[in-house]
T-cell receptor, first 112, second 114 residues
Protein backbone atom coordinates (compact mmCIF):
# COMPACT_ATOMS: atom_id res chain seq x y z
CA UNK A 1 0.00 0.00 0.00
CA UNK A 2 1.32 3.45 -0.92
CA UNK A 3 0.30 5.16 2.29
CA UNK A 4 -1.01 8.71 2.46
CA UNK A 5 0.25 10.77 -0.47
CA UNK A 6 0.69 14.53 -0.30
CA UNK A 7 1.69 17.00 -2.97
CA UNK A 8 3.63 19.11 -3.39
CA UNK A 9 6.32 18.21 -0.84
CA UNK A 10 7.63 21.77 -0.87
CA UNK A 11 5.92 24.99 -1.87
CA UNK A 12 7.45 28.46 -1.94
CA UNK A 13 5.13 31.30 -2.81
CA UNK A 14 4.78 35.02 -2.37
CA UNK A 15 2.41 36.72 -0.01
CA UNK A 16 -1.02 37.18 -1.53
CA UNK A 17 -0.83 34.15 -3.81
CA UNK A 18 -3.24 31.22 -3.66
CA UNK A 19 -1.83 27.93 -2.39
CA UNK A 20 -3.43 24.52 -2.86
CA UNK A 21 -2.21 21.47 -0.98
CA UNK A 22 -3.34 18.00 -2.03
CA UNK A 23 -3.86 14.71 -0.24
CA UNK A 24 -4.71 11.18 -1.27
CA UNK A 25 -5.70 9.07 1.75
CA UNK A 26 -5.10 5.36 2.16
CA UNK A 27 -7.63 3.36 0.17
CA UNK A 28 -10.48 2.16 2.37
CA UNK A 29 -10.01 4.80 5.06
CA UNK A 30 -13.08 6.92 5.67
CA UNK A 31 -11.66 9.68 7.89
CA UNK A 32 -9.24 12.36 6.74
CA UNK A 33 -7.46 14.96 8.85
CA UNK A 34 -5.48 18.10 8.01
CA UNK A 35 -2.84 19.24 10.52
CA UNK A 36 -0.38 22.12 10.67
CA UNK A 37 2.93 21.96 12.50
CA UNK A 38 4.71 25.10 13.67
CA UNK A 39 7.38 25.71 16.26
CA UNK A 40 5.06 27.88 18.32
CA UNK A 41 1.89 25.76 18.30
CA UNK A 42 3.18 22.26 17.64
CA UNK A 43 0.91 19.88 15.74
CA UNK A 44 -2.60 21.29 15.55
CA UNK A 45 -5.70 19.87 13.87
CA UNK A 46 -7.21 22.17 11.27
CA UNK A 47 -10.18 20.16 9.99
CA UNK A 48 -11.33 16.59 9.63
CA UNK A 49 -13.72 14.76 7.34
CA UNK A 50 -15.72 11.61 7.87
CA UNK A 51 -17.11 9.90 4.75
CA UNK A 52 -16.14 13.02 2.75
CA UNK A 53 -18.19 15.32 5.01
CA UNK A 54 -16.44 18.03 7.09
CA UNK A 55 -17.13 17.22 10.75
CA UNK A 56 -15.03 19.71 12.68
CA UNK A 57 -13.35 22.78 11.18
CA UNK A 58 -12.88 24.64 14.45
CA UNK A 59 -9.12 24.55 13.99
CA UNK A 60 -9.15 26.42 10.69
CA UNK A 61 -7.38 29.69 11.52
CA UNK A 62 -9.51 32.04 9.46
CA UNK A 63 -11.58 32.44 6.33
CA UNK A 64 -8.50 32.44 4.15
CA UNK A 65 -8.32 28.68 4.74
CA UNK A 66 -10.72 26.23 3.10
CA UNK A 67 -10.74 22.47 2.64
CA UNK A 68 -12.68 20.14 0.39
CA UNK A 69 -13.06 16.43 -0.07
CA UNK A 70 -14.91 15.84 -3.33
CA UNK A 71 -14.51 12.06 -3.12
CA UNK A 72 -13.07 9.35 -0.89
CA UNK A 73 -9.65 9.45 -2.54
CA UNK A 74 -8.83 13.15 -2.70
CA UNK A 75 -8.79 16.24 -0.52
CA UNK A 76 -7.44 19.77 -0.89
CA UNK A 77 -6.49 22.49 1.57
CA UNK A 78 -6.48 25.95 0.05
CA UNK A 79 -5.08 29.19 1.42
CA UNK A 80 -6.15 32.37 -0.33
CA UNK A 81 -4.53 34.82 0.01
CA UNK A 82 -1.46 33.38 1.66
CA UNK A 83 0.50 35.28 4.32
CA UNK A 84 4.03 34.77 5.75
CA UNK A 85 2.56 33.52 9.05
CA UNK A 86 1.03 30.58 7.16
CA UNK A 87 4.54 29.18 6.68
CA UNK A 88 4.51 25.74 8.29
CA UNK A 89 4.48 22.04 7.53
CA UNK A 90 1.01 20.79 6.64
CA UNK A 91 0.19 17.13 7.21
CA UNK A 92 -2.67 15.04 5.98
CA UNK A 93 -3.66 11.85 7.83
CA UNK A 94 -6.28 9.18 7.28
CA UNK A 95 -7.87 6.45 9.35
CA UNK A 96 -10.66 3.90 9.40
CA UNK A 97 -13.38 5.41 11.65
CA UNK A 98 -11.63 6.37 14.91
CA UNK A 99 -8.74 3.96 14.51
CA UNK A 100 -5.04 4.81 14.31
CA UNK A 101 -4.24 7.76 12.05
CA UNK A 102 -1.62 7.36 9.35
CA UNK A 103 0.20 10.49 8.29
CA UNK A 104 1.54 11.59 4.95
CA UNK A 105 5.06 13.02 4.54
CA UNK A 106 3.81 16.61 4.76
CA UNK A 107 4.04 19.72 2.61
CA UNK A 108 6.52 22.36 3.72
CA UNK A 109 5.01 25.74 2.85
CA UNK A 110 7.06 28.92 2.77
CA UNK A 111 5.29 32.20 2.13
CA UNK A 112 7.68 35.06 1.38
CA UNK B 1 -5.89 26.08 26.21
CA UNK B 2 -3.37 23.27 25.95
CA UNK B 3 -5.24 20.06 26.73
CA UNK B 4 -2.21 17.84 26.15
CA UNK B 5 1.18 18.99 27.41
CA UNK B 6 4.68 17.70 27.01
CA UNK B 7 6.71 19.93 29.28
CA UNK B 8 10.14 18.74 28.21
CA UNK B 9 11.03 19.99 24.73
CA UNK B 10 14.14 17.82 24.65
CA UNK B 11 15.76 14.81 26.32
CA UNK B 12 19.25 13.36 25.93
CA UNK B 13 19.99 9.75 26.92
CA UNK B 14 22.95 7.42 26.63
CA UNK B 15 22.59 4.39 24.38
CA UNK B 16 21.43 1.34 26.35
CA UNK B 17 19.83 3.38 29.13
CA UNK B 18 16.14 4.03 29.68
CA UNK B 19 14.36 6.95 28.03
CA UNK B 20 11.28 8.28 29.81
CA UNK B 21 9.05 10.74 28.01
CA UNK B 22 6.20 12.37 29.89
CA UNK B 23 2.82 13.76 28.95
CA UNK B 24 0.03 15.41 30.96
CA UNK B 25 -3.56 16.05 29.96
CA UNK B 26 -6.42 18.05 31.39
CA UNK B 27 -9.57 16.70 29.73
CA UNK B 28 -11.09 13.82 31.73
CA UNK B 29 -13.13 12.82 28.65
CA UNK B 30 -10.01 11.51 26.92
CA UNK B 31 -10.18 7.72 26.83
CA UNK B 32 -7.51 6.74 24.33
CA UNK B 33 -3.88 7.82 24.23
CA UNK B 34 -1.22 7.39 21.60
CA UNK B 35 2.45 8.05 21.04
CA UNK B 36 3.78 8.99 17.63
CA UNK B 37 7.39 9.22 16.52
CA UNK B 38 8.57 11.71 13.93
CA UNK B 39 11.83 11.82 12.01
CA UNK B 40 12.88 15.00 10.15
CA UNK B 41 11.17 15.52 6.79
CA UNK B 42 8.73 12.69 7.47
CA UNK B 43 5.21 12.49 8.84
CA UNK B 44 4.53 11.21 12.35
CA UNK B 45 4.30 7.42 12.60
CA UNK B 46 2.22 5.55 15.14
CA UNK B 47 4.26 3.91 17.90
CA UNK B 48 2.03 2.61 20.68
CA UNK B 49 -1.33 3.32 22.28
CA UNK B 50 -3.27 2.68 25.48
CA UNK B 51 -6.94 2.66 26.36
CA UNK B 52 -8.12 4.32 29.53
CA UNK B 53 -9.26 0.95 30.89
CA UNK B 54 -5.61 -0.11 31.15
CA UNK B 55 -2.68 1.31 33.06
CA UNK B 56 0.10 -0.27 31.03
CA UNK B 57 0.73 -1.44 27.50
CA UNK B 58 3.95 -2.99 26.29
CA UNK B 59 5.33 -3.57 22.80
CA UNK B 60 8.90 -4.76 22.64
CA UNK B 61 11.20 -2.05 23.95
CA UNK B 62 8.32 0.41 24.31
CA UNK B 63 5.97 0.61 27.29
CA UNK B 64 3.31 3.22 27.92
CA UNK B 65 2.02 3.82 31.44
CA UNK B 66 -1.22 5.64 32.22
CA UNK B 67 -2.07 7.21 35.56
CA UNK B 68 -5.67 8.40 35.21
CA UNK B 69 -5.90 9.98 38.65
CA UNK B 70 -2.89 12.15 37.89
CA UNK B 71 -3.91 12.63 34.22
CA UNK B 72 -0.41 11.60 33.27
CA UNK B 73 1.12 9.15 30.85
CA UNK B 74 4.68 8.22 30.08
CA UNK B 75 6.56 6.34 27.41
CA UNK B 76 9.51 4.17 28.45
CA UNK B 77 12.06 2.99 25.93
CA UNK B 78 14.40 0.28 27.17
CA UNK B 79 17.12 -0.06 26.05
CA UNK B 80 17.43 3.18 24.10
CA UNK B 81 19.11 2.99 20.70
CA UNK B 82 20.56 5.76 18.49
CA UNK B 83 17.81 5.01 15.93
CA UNK B 84 15.25 6.08 18.53
CA UNK B 85 16.45 9.68 18.15
CA UNK B 86 13.37 11.54 16.93
CA UNK B 87 10.58 13.82 18.09
CA UNK B 88 7.93 12.01 20.13
CA UNK B 89 4.37 13.30 20.24
CA UNK B 90 1.80 12.33 22.80
CA UNK B 91 -1.84 12.44 21.58
CA UNK B 92 -5.23 11.97 23.21
CA UNK B 93 -8.67 11.20 21.90
CA UNK B 94 -12.19 11.20 23.27
CA UNK B 95 -12.79 8.17 21.09
CA UNK B 96 -15.49 7.29 18.65
CA UNK B 97 -17.78 10.05 19.86
CA UNK B 98 -15.25 12.54 18.56
CA UNK B 99 -14.64 10.71 15.29
CA UNK B 100 -11.10 9.90 16.25
CA UNK B 101 -10.06 13.53 16.63
CA UNK B 102 -6.62 13.65 18.22
CA UNK B 103 -5.16 16.41 20.35
CA UNK B 104 -1.37 16.45 20.23
CA UNK B 105 1.22 17.67 22.67
CA UNK B 106 4.09 19.92 21.60
CA UNK B 107 6.52 17.05 21.22
CA UNK B 108 9.76 16.02 22.94
CA UNK B 109 12.94 15.67 20.94
CA UNK B 110 14.83 12.59 22.09
CA UNK B 111 18.54 12.28 21.38
CA UNK B 112 20.17 8.93 22.09
CA UNK B 113 23.95 9.21 22.15
CA UNK B 114 26.22 6.25 21.34
Amino acid sequence: DAGVIQSPRHEVTEMGQEVTLRCKPISGHNSLFWYRQTMMRGLELLIYFNNNVPIDDSGMPEDRFSAKMPNASFSTLKIQPSEPRDSAVYFCASSWVADTQYFGPGTRLTVL
Amino acid sequence: DQQVKQNSPSLSVQEGRISILNCDYTNSMFDYFLWYKKYPAEGPTFLISISSIKDKNEDGRFTVFLNKSAKHLSLHIVPSQPGDSAVYFCAASAGYNQGGKLIFGQGTELSVKP
